[in-house]
């Protein structure tokens, strides 16, 4: 752990960097925070590395003297048990987390200390918005995941002061009264990845968590996803989501979870699915190096494109899901299966006729 030389005594603001092998983004992170518009006395950094193996730790002390920060490290142990040393560390009464590939705009501090004034009540959290950087705005899967897939974030359907539930205290982009956490509950360390931030919100849920949408606590994305490492995560989604529905019973969590669709459908498409997504990144590379060509894709087409990438993850999740429960990739020779070779029309996936 180190601390520089002139933290503000009382923060009224703490912002918590979790972070994890991402030292060739933290300078930028760091220089939107720098760049904050809120004064130095009212806000401070804790910055959680969890057990980082690259140059994280440099580049960390190269800031300490630039910004009010703190920085504490962990043996490796995942977001939710970063988070939670967070909690503990920070001394301002509002906790805003914030992701190690994200920007803050220059009133990402100030839009979320300001909604938390205007709705004191210790049970109001706040979700910021997030965009994407331009480089990586028109890649397929990202244009896809943050608009009709939604699988990563997507706003279209919020107004700016909209209250909103427990499912929209999505990590990194939201922020609530530390009271909260130290007196109702602090995230389960058993989520590495994913699921951590809806199943704290599902526990505070009854003790009337509200998230009220603020778009001017603004932050942009910086780091790109490929199809293969959105697959990778779907598939750790779908793990998490596994052991969100085991750790509460309740059929609202199992049909958020995906759980009773996802073991009823792994039987039909185990044998398959390396073929479903192999087709599906294929469209991917043609769409990558169709780029933002003019005239743009009709309608249906991009709707085809969609249903593509959604089946995809969805699958992805599937696996997750079946890999968590312990269940056998395939239950029976591929020729035996129930649905022995998908029909991509029946999945919502345009095929060329091909068998893959």
Known sequence: MFEPTGLPATPEISAILTTYNRAHLLPRVLEG????????????????????????????????????????????SGLA????????????????????????????????LSAHLRHPDVNVAVLGYTDLAADIADLP?????????????????????????YREFWGGRSS???????????????????????????????????VVYQPSARATMIRGLTFRDFCHRARRQGRSQWAFANLHGAQEVRDYCEIDQALALWPKVAADITGILRWVEGLDAMMRARGTAVPALATDTQADI????????????????????????????????????????DWGVQSDGKTL
Not at 98 to 104: F, I, S
Not at 141 to 165: C, D, E, I, N
């Open 141 to 165: 899967v990202m244009r896809h995941v943050t608009g009709a897939g939604s699988q990563l974030f997507s706003y279209g359907w919020m107004k700016p002061g909209q209250m909103l539930s």
């Open 33 to 76: 925070l720098a760049a904050q518009r809120l004064a130095a006395h009212r806000f401070e950094i804790v910055v959680i590395d969890d057990g980082s193996t690259d140059e994280t730790q440099a580049i960390l002390a190269a800031w300490a003297e630039r910004l009010p920060m703190r920085v504490l490290r962990q043996a490796q």
């Open 306 to 345: 969609d249903e593509a990438y959604a089946t995809a993850f969805f699958l992805c999740r599937v696996q997750g899901i079946a890999e968590a429960a312990g269940l056998p990739p395939i239950f029976k020779r591929p020729e035996d299966l129930p649905v022995s070779r998908m029909d991509f029309l």
């Open 81 to 112: 048990a970063a988070k939670n040393l967070g909690i503990f560390a920070c001394r301002a009464p509002i906790i805003v987390f914030l992701d190690d590939d994200d920007v803050a705009d220059s009133n990402l501090l100030t839009g979320h």
């Open 176 to 210: 609530c009264k530390r009271a909260l956490l130290i007196e109702h509950g602090i995230f389960n360390p058993i989520f590495r990845f994913g699921c951590e931030d809806i199943e704290l919100a599902w526990r505070l849920a009854p003790m009337g968590l509200r």
